[in-house]
């Protein structure tokens, strides 16, 4: 079990601008968490600061467990996919994840399975749709039944179809019990998808709530404006 994950005082600079400015906050298995805020707000870089891929300029970021590489996976707006098969995109994760080489093929397709892809298997990744890749990138996650799954903006070059399908997906792997941490600026999606919502401006956490108390009561005026298509993007 790697989750409580604990945020203390985190602060990231880039270019001289500050980014995330002191957020302290601990997130928890089990809900849903949505990242929400408008463009320029800091939601994709205090996802890949949470996820490891960027170390703040001061503060801490506190796993419950030390051994995380297995039990946490992140999928991105625009996924990278090797120039290989759907199935070897995935096979290549698990062996990136030292699963033993037997079970790898059956793994990858359960997991393109699950995210119906079965039939693309043998497609090479880079013809696939958008959507489709993007699913790809998802299955490479559910190969590793990952314990946390960020995902940074997951439908937002996708037409509604392909969106749908994405969503579909998502919920798929709450069930399973996967933690969610996603991060868009979709208010929509954040309802359909969320159970409670940590809200960003400039940098700043302003408001965490659960998602029905967020978009019915904001107890912020960032946050009000921004439901009401009020808040200037940045």
């Known amino acids: 079990m790697i989750l409580p994950l ?34 320029g707000a800091g939601k994709s870089v205090l996802m890949r600061l949470m996820h490891g891929l960027l170390a703040p300029a001061s503060g801490k970021i506190v796993w419950r467990s030390n051994d995380t590489a297995r039990l946490q996976a992140m999928v991105f707006q625009r996924p990278v996919l090797l120039r290989r098969s759907a199935l070897a995109n995935v096979t290549y994760a698990l062996k990136l994840a030292r699963v033993p080489h037997a079970e790898r093929e ?21 013809v ?4 489709e890749q993007q699913r790809l990138a998802l299955a490479r996650a559910w190969a590793l039944h990952p314990e946390v799954l960020f995902l940074d903006e997951p439908t937002a070059s996708l037409d509604p179809t392909a969106s749908r399908e994405i969503e579909r997906v998502i919920q798929a792997f709450d069930a ?4 969610i941490i996603m991060a868009t600026h979709n208010l929509g999606q954040a309802r359909r998808l969320g159970d409670e919502v940590l809200f960003l401006h400039q940098g700043r956490l302003v408001e965490r709530a ?10 912020s005026p960032e946050a009000a404006a921004f439901i009401k298509g009020e808040l200037p993007w940045v």
């Open 106 to 126: 059956r793994l990858a397709l359960e997991a393109l399975e699950s995210v119906g892809l079965a039939a693309f298997a043998r497609r090479p990744a880079r």
């Open 176 to 179: 399973a019990g996967t933690k």
């Open 210 to 219: 659960p998602v029905e108390q967020f978009f019915s009561r904001p107890a």
């Open 128 to 131: 696939l749709s958008g959507g």
């Open 6 to 39: 604990k945020l203390e005082d985190v602060f990231f600079v880039a270019g001289g601008r500050v980014i995330i400015e002191r957020i302290s906050a601990e997130i928890s298995a089990g809900p849903s968490t949505i990242i929400l805020g408008a463009n």
